[in-house]
Structures are given as C-alpha cells and as structure tokens.
C-alpha cells in the first residue's frame, strides 16, 4: 500500500487523471450536442425535400402528399410514421384529391441492395414511375437502371396485374412487358423483383380504389413538410 | 524425359540440361496455336489479325519498355511477350476496338509480368490477368459478341475494330451471344457440332474446339505440356457436369457442351499449363487442375456470370505456391517422418 | 529563422515526408473515396478540418494533459471535430455526404492523424504544430487529389465533373471500382519511388564527381 502510494506520487494521481478525462468528455460532448442541434433542421428539411422530390417524380400530377401506414387492420394517414413501419406515400392533387400511392421497396440487386420508389395508380392498377433512391450496382452496366433513360421510361404506364415481366430487349408486346438492358439483366431483373413483391406485400392491404384516406394536412404549400 | 522407374520421378525445369529451353518452348505453343488462330481469321475476317495483332504489339512494346537495357534484346527472343500477346488477343471478342486489345497486351505484361520481376516469377498468367483487366475496365466492349463472317468478306472489319484511342466502340451487324450466355440468360442449348466447329458467337480463339484440341496433342507429342493439367480440368468438368445432369438435365449442360462451349478448351490446354504459373509436382498439377475444375463448373452453374474459366485459373495461380509447398517431394535419402 | 522553422514544417509534409507517398499512411480513405476528384477534395478537407483543429488544441494543452492518458485525450478531441465535420457536411452538402458515406466517421481511425498528434503536436508549440498540421493535411490533400484526378479522369472522362472528351469517350470502368484504386495508388507509388531512386542515383554521382574532382 504505502509502496504503491510512494510509487504513484512521482505520476499525477489519478484523480487528475480521471478528472482531465470527464472535462474532455464534457467539453467534447457539449460540442457534440451543440453542433447536431444546429443542423438537424437543414438535415431533417433536406430528408424531406428529397422525399418529396422523389414521390412529385415518380407520380407525374401530384402536388402534396401524406404518409400512409397500415394499422389495426386498415391505411391511415400519419404525420410521422414510426420507425421501421412499413410507410406507403399518397399523393394527391391541387384540389387534395387521391392520385396515387409513391411505394418504396429494396431488394437484394447485382451488388448490393437497391432501394426504389414507384409510382402506382391503384384505379388503373399501373406502375406510372420509377426511381431508385439507392444502388450500387456496377457503373457503366446495372446503373443504367437509373441512367438509362429508355429503362426508366419502361416504367411509365406499365401493368402490374399479371405480374411485371423482364423480356429481352425489343421484345416487349404485353403491357405488363419490361426491356430489359442487355448486359445488365441481372439488375433490370432486380428492379422488376423488388416492384413485384412490394406489390404483392401491399395489394392486400390497400384499400379499394376510391376509398383511399383524404388529404389530412393542409393544402398546398410549397414548405419543405414535416 | 519418359518417366521409368516409378520411384524416381523426373520433373523438368532445374534438374537436367536439355535441348528444350525457353524459346523453343515458346515457339511450340506458337505453333500448336497457329490452327486456332487461322481459324479465327477464317470466321471473322482481318478484324481477328486486327485484334490479335495489337494485343500482341501492346504485350511486346511493354516488354521492351520495362527490360533492363542489358536484357533487352534477351527479353525480346524468347517470345513469351508474342506469346502472351497472342493468347490474350484469342481470348478477345472479334469486335473489340483495336486500343483496347493493346492496352490489354500492355496492362497484361506490365502488371502481369514485369512488376513481379518478369519471366519465371509471375504469380498468374500475364495473358488471362490482361483479359481480366479488360472486363473489369470494359465491361460492355469485352462482352459484345459479334457473329462470325462480317458482311464485306475477308477483308473487311467490323466498325469496333476502328475506333479512336479512348473512344467508344459504334455496335455493328449482329450481336450474338455466346452459348454459354444463351444457356444461362435465355435457356437456349447451342447445338454441338456449331460448337465443335465454330459456327458460335465467342471470343476470336474460342469457337473451334477441334483445332484448340490438335494443337493440344501437338504440345503433348513435344512435351512442352504436362498433360496433367488439361486432362485434370476437362476431367473434373466432364464429371461435374455428367453429375448435374443427373438432378436436372434440362437445366444443366450436358458434359461435352460443356468442355466444347467458352474458353475452357483454351484455358485448360494453353493457359492453365503455363509452367511458371502452374505447380511444379505431379501430386500438384492434379490438385490445381481439378481445383480449376470445380471453380470453372461453380462460377458457371452458380455464379453471376456465364463463363468462369479465366476467374478460375487465376485463383488457381494464386494457390500455386502454396500447393508447391505442401507437394514437394521427399527429398532423396532423407527420412519420411521428419519434414525439413 | 524562426520563420523558416514553421516553413519548414509546413512544406515536409507536402513532399518530402508526404503522408501518403512516403510515409504510406491512411490508405483507407485514400482507396475508398477517392473515385472522383470532388471526393477527394471534400474528404481532403474534412481531414484538414479535423487535423488542423485537433493538433492545435492538443499543442495549446500539451502541458496540461498528463502522459498516462495522452491517448485517450487525443482520441476524444479527434472524434469531437470528425462528429463536427460530419454533421456540417450532412447538412450543407448531403450529396457529397452519402458518397463518401462511413468514411467520414472512420477519420477518426486515420493513424494519419493521430500519429501527428503522437509524434508532432504533443511535443511542440502551438505555431509549429498547426504548420506541421496544415503541411501533412495539405500533403494528403494532394495525394488524395492526384489519386481522385486520374480516377475519375480515365473512369468517367471527366474531372469536377466536367466532361473532358466528349460523349463517346469510353470510361475505363475498373477506375471507379476499387481495384482502380489499388492500381492508381500503386502505379502512382511506383512513380515516386523511381524518382526518389534516380534522385539518389544522381545525387550520389554528383557527390562521386566531386570527390574525383577535388
């Protein structure tokens, strides 16, 4: 004990250790808090803009929209959807009419998974637009699923009921044909996947046509929403 | 070199002086590859010198530009840079822009070679590392197969050949895909005479198995080859396959497509028998070869993509030392429990 | 004199003992975020930020910190200003801020960093540290830049952006994968070593010339 005292008092006690260690953490976590407090809302704003941006893209005619969740068996409209509930998009037009659902889905593609938006008018049961929100697929072949403009366009009155198919390029007759990009089958393939099986994971769940919840916020503003 | 007595294993390379050395050796591949390539000039015309010329040009160019200026001439008369430059352009499609076939001699001798100290100790072929630098860095140009006999005859080519250094390649005539593609992304069995005999989209070395196999023989008779190697691989494939065949016949190719369809016959006879890249042992070359095989049939069956023997063999070269390693022989007069 | 001291430390770290061509440090982000020139860019200057910032805080309380938890100390001012960066980035620039992704946080892993603060920072005056800072920041910048450049040159014809050949150049996709950064970095290191070796080689003739001479 005394050995150990004797030893220890040539080096700082270990009160001024412990000490220099809490005001290092205090100081770094009050910069810590005062730094995500004075950008959450540009990052929370920015979130949303690009959400919004992407559901206006994929539902040509729509000026505002809501997120919809399924609870207690039925769609209802929420302000904030909880974390990790699945969360389709209304869209709906100037005068708040229905237009359509913005339904993301992801799915294992080429590389990694590719996470997408599409548009779905439930009375026409038609996909009206696609955007991939998020893919690592090879550069130069699989993303042409988002940069090739022939591909995307494929996707802008397209069936759903019977299910998406991916044909070789040029072959597409039925309206529920996809052209699929040559040499990048594997990713177009993908992207067709992912649209069906969202479908299906929620076809049961929508509500019928017509019935869908109203417009609950306000208006159309042009804020950056909530 | 004829193997007597069963206990006393000859190997080549250090043991004993003889006729046959590195040029030579060389030059007989060259030889056992000149069907192959006459055939290749034969379905697609001068676009096949083309490309098989400028990756030679480009292997040779990288050859003389990073030797010592003491070795240069030396480096130059053994051949292997023509070598490397020739199996690289027959692993080509026949539509390839001719910039793109020297870049890949170039890249594959530079990288392939030379970094590593140049001939003898290369970890992986400097042909098949070119193609694969090619794939990885033109993925669409590397897979557009054109269909053999361009329109104007002989003499014409076909418009990729021309581009411009670092421009794109302008598809023209017929795309075909190879049969290996077609089975995996349409369902579609080519039938196996066409394979046999070229009439099959593939790269410009690739479509005539036939003479692939001559030449095969012809490196067999002059012993440049240990024929363990090919026979290893094509056995293993054939095997695997006849295997598969036996869960679902429609679904999976059957033995000979096998072996006839892509660049195994290629790989096998002229690439994965490359001595400085391949173990030196008996025991060794089985186990890289069947190895080379299973990799070959997995990436097929399984993989992503619809051929896998360039991917496989450069595997296979990465485990090379390590199978030497664990292959050598007992070392005359020394005892069997002890290793040194 | 004194002038020249901080020069000095400023202008080492840009080539002599460049960080990352001769000291061959912080590979991770060196290979991972440098497939074009304005990643490069950005994640040079998020380095900076956070280089800068913490060996001038570390040098202003060098006396200060006692030497059993030097460590620990380092590594709470690093992690503060890499949170900084992070979250300032995500907010005024989120494109930028999803490419470069997990490798903003992972700067507080750099050994770049944290090896000046060890080596540097913590054993001299605040002027000369935040030179030294400024000096290796600057020489990682460069590299990360050089590397960023070619990438995304040979890889989508293009630099910040800009198309540089026109529609029908044929991008070498393997650049903007990250083997080409493998490749990229390593030709690049094959480079500076060559040089460095013919600078020897004629050093050692000048010197050889001389001694004949005299």
Redesign the interface.
């Known amino acids: 004990m005394t050995a150990d005292a004797r030893k220890q008092a040539a080096?700082?006690s270990s009160l001024?250790?412990v000490m220099?260690?809490a005001i290092?953490?205090l100081?770094?976590g009050i910069?810590?808090i005062g730094?995500?407090e004075s950008?959450l809302p540009?990052?929370t704003a920015?979130k949303a803009r690009?959400l919004r941006e992407a559901v206006f893209k994929v539902l040509p005619g729509v000026s505002d929209m809501q997120a919809l969740v399924y609870r207690e068996g039925r769609i209802v409209a929420v302000p904030k959807p909880q974390k990790d509930e699945p969360v389709v998009y209304g869209g709906y037009d100037e005068r708040g009419d229905f237009v359509g659902y913005a339904m993301p889905g992801a799915g294992p593609g080429?590389q990694d998974t590719i996470a997408l938006l599409y548009g779905y008018l439930p009375s026409r049961q038609q996909v009206v637009g696609m955007e991939i929100l998020e893919s690592r697929e090879?550069?130069?072949?699989g993303d042409k699923i988002y940069k090739d403009a022939d591909f995307v366009a494929e996707f802008s009155a397209l069936s759903v009921e019977p299910e998406i198919v991916a044909v070789?390029k040029g072959t597409s007759t039925q309206p529920n044909h996809v052209d699929a990009i040559t040499?990048a089958?594997?990713s177009a393939k993908a992207v067709v996947r992912i649209i069906n099986e969202t479908h299906v994971a929620w076809a049961e769940q929508l509500p019928a046509p017509g019935t869908e919840p109203p417009f609950a916020g306000e208006p159309a503003d042009n804020g950056t929403g909530q | 070199m004829k193997q007597r007595d069963p206990d006393l294993l000859l190997f080549h390379a250090p043991l004993l002086r003889q006729g046959m050395t590195t040029p030579k050796a060389m030059r007989d591949v060259i030889i056992a590859l000149l069907p192959a390539t006459g055939a290749s000039l034969w379905f697609f015309g001068l676009a096949a010198a083309l490309v098989i010329g400028s990756s030679i040009a480009g292997a040779v160019l990288a050859e003389w530009l990073f030797a010592d200026r003491a070795s240069r001439g030396e480096s130059l008369r053994d051949a292997t840079g023509i070598l490397t430059g020739l199996l690289l352009g027959l692993t080509l499609p026949p539509g390839l822009p001719m910039w793109m076939a020297f870049l890949g001699g170039f890249v594959g001798i530079a990288l392939g070679k030379v970094i590593w100290g140049g001939l003898g100790h290369n970890l992986f072929n400097p042909a098949l590392l070119g193609r694969a630098f090619l794939l990885a860095t033109f993925p669409i140009a590397m897979t557009t197969w054109v269909s053999a006999h361009p329109e104007g005859g002989f003499f014409s080519v076909y418009a990729g050949n021309l581009a411009l250094p670092f421009m794109q390649a302008q598809v023209d005539g017929v795309t075909s895909a190879t049969p290996l593609g077609l089975l995996k992304f349409e369902q579609e069995v080519t039938p196996l005479t066409n394979l046999m005999f070229g009439k099959i989209g593939g790269s410009l070395g690739e479509t005539n198995g036939v003479l692939l196999l001559l030449g095969g023989i012809y490196l067999w008779l002059r012993r440049d080859l240990d024929w363990r190697i090919p026979v290893g691989i094509l056995g293993t494939v054939v095997i695997f396959s006849a295997f598969l065949g036996l869960f679902d016949a429609e679904r999976f190719p059957t033995p000979l497509f096998s072996v006839f369809s892509g660049g195994l016959l290629l790989g096998a006879i002229y690439m994965a028998t490359d001595p400085v890249t391949s173990p030196v042992t008996p025991r060794g070359a089985w186990i890289f070869a069947i190895g080379t095989g299973v990799l070959v049939m997995l990436i097929r069956v399984f993989g992503g993509l619809p051929e896998g023997v360039m991917y496989a063999i450069l595997l296979m070269n990465a485990a090379t030392p390590l199978i030497d390693r664990y292959t050598q022989p007992r070392v005359f007069g020394h005892g069997i429990e002890k290793e040194s | 004199m004194k002038k020249n001291e901080s020069y000095e430390e400023f202008v080492k770290g840009i080539w002599r003992d460049n960080p990352v061509f001769v000291q061959v440090l912080g590979m991770c982000p060196m290979l991972a975020v440098t497939n074009s020139a304005i990643n490069a860019i950005a994640m040079g200057m998020a380095s900076m930020f956070v280089l800068v910032g913490s060996s001038f805080l570390v040098s202003v309380f060098r006396h200060v910190i006692p030497k059993q938890v030097r460590i620990s100390c380092f590594i709470i001012i690093i992690a503060t200003f890499v949170t900084i960066a992070d979250y300032t980035l995500l907010a005024l620039v989120p494109k930028v801020h999803k490419e470069l992704g997990a490798f903003i946080p992972l700067i507080v892993a750099n050994c770049l960093i944290l090896g000046r603060q060890e080596a540097f920072a913590s054993r001299y005056p605040t002027r000369l540290a935040v030179m030294d800072a400024l000096g290796m920041a600057g020489g990682f910048m460069l590299a990360l830049f050089s590397l960023g450049a070619v990438r995304e040159i040979l890889g989508d014809g293009a630099l910040f952006g800009f198309r540089l050949f026109g529609e029908s150049f044929e991008p070498w996709i393997v650049m903007i994968l990250p083997p080409g950064g493998f490749l990229t970095l390593g030709v690049i290191l094959l480079f500076f070593n060559w040089f460095k070796y013919k600078k020897d080689e004629f050093l050692a003739d000048v010197a050889e010339a001389e001694r004949s001479g005299s």
């Open positions: 080096a700082p001024r250790l220099t260690l290092a953490g100081v770094s910069a810590i730094i995500y950008t540009t990052i920015n690009e080429f090879t550069p130069g072949l070789k040499g089958t594997i």
